[in-house]
C-alpha cells in the first residue's frame, strides 16, 4: 500500500466487518479499525506536507481497555512505541475506554501529556493517566533519560463538544486538525473552554476522508 503506517493495515481492512462499515457510513459508533484505517490516511497527509518526523501515531489494539492486555502491557507497548519515534515527535494515541473514544498526545521529550476528551472535557483519571505514565517513565528508564518526577498533563478544553453519546469515534478530526497544522500549535487553539462544536459537515469531512482513501488503498 502507499502509506505503510502499521504492518497490518491491510489485515486490518479484512478485519472491518461489513458492520464496521455500515456504522462509519451512518453515523454509529466507530470501531478501532475504522480509526486506524484513517491515521493510515493522515500518515499520507504528513508525507506530503513533510511532516513525518513531527508526528506519529499509535495502534489503537495495542492501548485499548478490552484485548489489549493488562495495564503495565500496556504500558510497555506505549513504551516500546515511544523508542521508535523519532526524535523531537509527538505521538497520537486514540483511546477506547470501554466505549468511548479519547485523544491523548504524548511529547515524550518535553515529558508532556495533551489531553481531548470530547464529552467531559477534562482530564482524565484512573487507569489510562497511570499506563500512559508508566509507558513514559518506563521509556524513560530505558533511553537512561531523568524525566520529570510526575509527568505534565495539560487539558485541551477547548475542543469541539461532543453532543450524542454514539459520535465520539468521529471527533478524530482532532487528528486532522493537529496534522494540517505545520506548526503543532493545537494547545493554543485548545486550551480554554468554549462553544466550539464540530457541524455535520465538518464530520462528513472526515468520513469521506476515509471513504475515499479506502476505495483508492484496499479496493
Known sequence: MGTPLFATSMKRFSDMRKHDINNFVTMKEVSGSCI????SYLYGVLKKSKMVDMVGFMDTTDIGSIGCGNPIERSRAIADRLKRAKRGQILLLPYNSRC??????INAEEDLVYFMDPLKRRLVTGEWKDIVDNGIKIHNAQVKRQGRKATTWKNCAGISEQKTDKDCGYFIRYMKEIVEDKNLDFFSKWERRGKAAYTQQ?????RNEWAKFVVKTFM
Open 202 to 206: 465538518d464530520i462528513d469531512v472526515v
Open 36 to 39: 486506524c484505517i484513517y491515521m
Open 100 to 105: 468511548h473514544w479519547m485523544l491523548t498526545v
